[in-house]
């Protein structure tokens, strides 16, 4: 299934989430650091979670994380998503600390949790979002 030819709603651009989705639509991951407590943030806001300062500064991320969790989607909550289905969504822990939901591209095998993943910009509906895949280079970590 060609992911790019989905007729699918795009983001919604705020002011705040801007840098995000600039940086993924150059095939890069950014989030947020506070210059306060040097903590990893996202989903993009004004203040810093841990620390409450508003200090936050837009960083590229490694692209590198961890699969905490997944779902195999077969009845899709949009009907733009019906002809990629079943497809797989997964909640990725970055290495640099925040969990965010994204699109995982399946390989060679099935996901398992602990799975390592890389970042994998892809085409979908006609914009490049941050999708991950399995890092046939690492191992799964258990536990």
């Not at 506070?34 to 989903?43: I, P, R, S």
């Not at 797989?88 to 965010?100: C, K, Q, R, S």
Request: proline share 10%.
């Amino acid at each position: 299934m060609d992911l790019d030819t989905l007729n699918i709603a795009g983001p919604t651009i705020t002011t705040l989430t801007a840098p995000f989705w600039d940086a993924a639509s150059r095939g890069r991951l950014c989030i947020q650091r506070c210059e306060a407590c040097d903590k990893a943030v996202f989903y993009p806001r004004p203040i810093c979670p841990h620390c409450w300062s508003r200090r936050l500064v837009w960083r590229d991320a490694s692209g590198k994380g961890r699969l905490k969790s997944f779902s195999l989607v077969h009845k899709p909550g949009h009907a733009g998503w019906v002809p990629a289905a079943p497809y797989l969504v997964g909640l990725v822990e970055l290495d640099e600390g925040p969990t965010m939901l994204s699109f995982i591209l399946t390989g060679a095998r099935a996901p398992e949790v602990g799975d390592p993943l890389l970042l994998a910009p892809t085409q979908i509906g006609g914009r490049m979002l941050p999708a991950f895949k399995i890092d046939p280079n690492q191992r799964r970590n258990v536990g």
